[in-house]
């Protein structure tokens, strides 16, 4: 099983990313997938996930400028970050729960002022 983050990177305040998690070694389509993030000294926090029925929740943060979506047949989960901020700077990792804790490798995100 393996989770596969990309889509990271460095973008001033206002603008926009879009994050790519490629899922293997199990049944993508059934399967609730989550985004999560991790700023330096904070605890890891859930940001968006979206269920097999493609139903969706976001951090009361995120909401109005994040959107979890995915493409079951492409075994991926997007999250497309739009109006970007400073405090959303941090290491951002997909994740699955399949009796154990699956994570990503993560990737950077760092909005500048």
């Known amino acids: 099983v393996q989770l596969q983050a990309s889509g990271g990177g460095l973008v001033q305040a206002g603008g926009s990313l879009r994050l790519s998690c490629r899922g293997s070694g199990f049944a993508f389509r059934l399967n609730t997938l989550s985004w999560y993030r991790q700023a330096p000294e904070n605890q890891r926090e859930l940001v968006a996930s979206?269920?097999?029925?493609?139903?969706?929740k976001y951090a009361d943060s995120v909401k109005g400028r994040f959107t979890i979506s995915r493409n079951n047949a492409r075994n991926t989960v997007f999250l497309q970050m739009d109006n970007l901020q400073p405090e959303d700077t941090a290491r951002y990792y997909c994740?699955?729960?399949?009796?154990?804790?699956?994570w990503g490798q993560g990737t950077q995100v760092t909005v500048s002022s």
């Open positions: 979206i269920t097999s029925l493609h139903g969706t």
């Open positions: 994740y699955l729960n399949l009796s154990r804790d699956i």
